[in-house]
């Protein structure tokens, strides 16, 4: 059964770093892309970028492009989002999500349970 | 990078009743790579639809999508209790993918 098990929620100072996970099982983690999506309360999706553990290929979205930091640890199937000084506006639920393989890579067929992030000072 | 501006905002209907939802890209998305997400409160979203037309593993038939260029849409012939949930459209043409803002479909 494939499943993404994210880490738990966090409560986080403005200028704190952050590092939450996301590890897969059930399938080959190296061959298939993984993807963030940030929530905001009340608000839609948002596509963060995506990164292929086989070779951390990584591509992010212009609006995420030097905001985070996308990794993964493939010796443990574990995908990463990375926060180097938290602002209150990163305050969001977070989901990874393996994308399909093939030409249409760009959906996203499993689904973490989410990581609520608080910003508050 | 390609905008999509989903319609109606909110879709109120009732259980048995057909559901159409729309979703207009600014570019014209090639491949049809267009995917469909239902979200209901408190869990994460769920693929419904990729390549525009394809279910995706699990989804019942009552679900279907079309369209190309443009202009797609997601059709839910006859709604059941579970179907009441936000829907969202996504492509996947470009480097990096873009959502709709959503669909909101209620219990009439």
């Known amino acids: 059964e494939v499943q993404l098990v994210q880490s738990g929620a966090e409560v986080k100072k403005p200028g704190e770093s952050l590092k939450i996970s996301c590890k897969g099982s059930?399938?080959?983690?190296?061959?298939?892309?993984i993807g963030w999506v940030r929530q905001m309360p009340g608000k839609g999706l948002e596509w963060m970028g995506v990164i292929y553990p086989g070779d951390s290929d990584t591509t992010y979205s212009p609006s995420f492009q030097g905001q985070v930091t996308i990794s993964a640890d493939k010796s443990i199937s574990t995908a990463y989002l990375q926060w180097n000084s938290l602002k209150a506006s990163d305050s969001a639920m977070y989901y990874c999500?393996?994308?399909?393989?093939?030409?249409?890579?760009?959906?996203?067929?499993?689904w973490g349970q989410g990581t609520l992030v608080s910003v508050s000072s | 990078e390609s905008v999509l501006t989903q319609s109606p905002g909110t879709l109120s209907l009732s259980p048995g009743e057909r559901a159409t939802l729309s979703c207009r890209a600014s570019?014209?998305?090639?491949?049809?790579?267009i995917a469909w997400y239902q979200q209901k409160h408190g869990q994460a979203p769920r693929l419904l639809i990729y390549g525009a037309s394809s279910r995706a593993t699990g989804i019942p038939d009552r679900f279907s999508g079309s369209g190309s260029g443009t202009d797609f849409t997601l059709t839910i012939t006859r709604l059941e209790p579970e179907d009441f949930a936000v829907y969202y459209c996504?492509?996947?043409?470009?480097?990096?993918?873009?959502f709709g803002q959503g669909t909101k479909v209620e219990i009439k």
């Open positions: 570019q014209s998305v090639s491949g049809s790579y």
């Open positions: 059930g399938y080959s983690f190296t061959t298939y892309w």
């Open positions: 999500a393996r994308h399909i393989s093939g030409v249409h890579r760009g959906a996203a067929d499993y």
């Open positions: 996504q492509q996947y043409s470009s480097s990096w993918r873009t």
